[in-house]
């Protein structure tokens, strides 16, 4: 059971090693939002950006070899469909600071991305990230594509919720889980609530509740 990972953050420039983590994770962020949104505008624009950002990426890793920067060039190397860089980067980072829990969800996301069926690496990715991060929100949520256990993708989406609770994404697909149980009005409950937060799915499935929703 595949399980849509959604996030919205603004794209930011580098200036330290600190801002290079946050524009790292910032510029994850907003790919994965547009690509899900608004896939043209989001492809379009950061095909604009990727090969001057390359440029200047390999010109920071000669200068100062730090995991961000093979961090976010494997995030642009995984635009362009070039995986094995993208791997290549992505392990370099995880080498360089093996504590960092976003390097493993991304890996993750790239095994994900590269295989059509969960693997072995990809669920150890995932539990490496939350044990560095135990209130990881997003790599709960992706923990539950490993199961068809909809009892177990809840527990996980439980978490996901109590880390973040206007997780959207997280409301949704636990509310799919309950239906798929037969919890319905559980379901209505979660699929109103992610209506609430703003997501179109939800907004969608929860017009199928009334008269326990009634949209603004």
């Not at 994404?169 to 559980?186: H, M, P, S, T, V």
């Amino acid at each position: 059971m595949k399980i849509s990972i959604l996030i919205l953050i603004t794209f930011f420039s580098i200036n330290s090693f600190f801002a290079q983590k946050k524009q790292s994770e910032d510029y994850r962020k907003w790919y994965y939002y547009h690509l899900k949104i608004d896939n043209k505008k989001g492809i379009q624009y950061l095909l604009t950006v990727d090969s001057l950002r390359i440029d200047s990426l390999n010109k920071l890793i000669v200068s100062k070899s730090l995991p961000y920067f093979y961090y976010e060039r494997s995030m642009i190397y995984e635009l362009v469909n070039d995986f094995d860089s993208a791997f290549n980067d992505i392990n370099k980072a995880i080498s360089l600071d093996s504590k960092e829990s976003l390097f493993y969800y991304f890996r993750a996301l790239l095994r994900a991305k590269t295989t059509t069926e969960p693997t072995v690496e990809e669920k150890e990715d995932i539990d490496t990230a939350i044990i560095l991060n135990p209130k990881f929100a997003e790599a709960y949520s992706f923990k539950a594509t490993h199961t068809l256990d909809n009892n177990k993708a809840i527990g996980y989406l439980s978490k996901a919720i109590e880390f973040k609770p206007d997780y959207a994404e997280a409301y949704f697909n636990r509310g799919q889980c309950y239906k798929a149980l037969g919890f319905i009005d559980k379901a209505c409950e979660d699929w109103i609530m992610s209506a609430k937060l703003g997501l179109k799915a939800g907004k969608a499935f929860a017009k199928n509740c009334n008269p326990y929703y009634d949209e603004e």
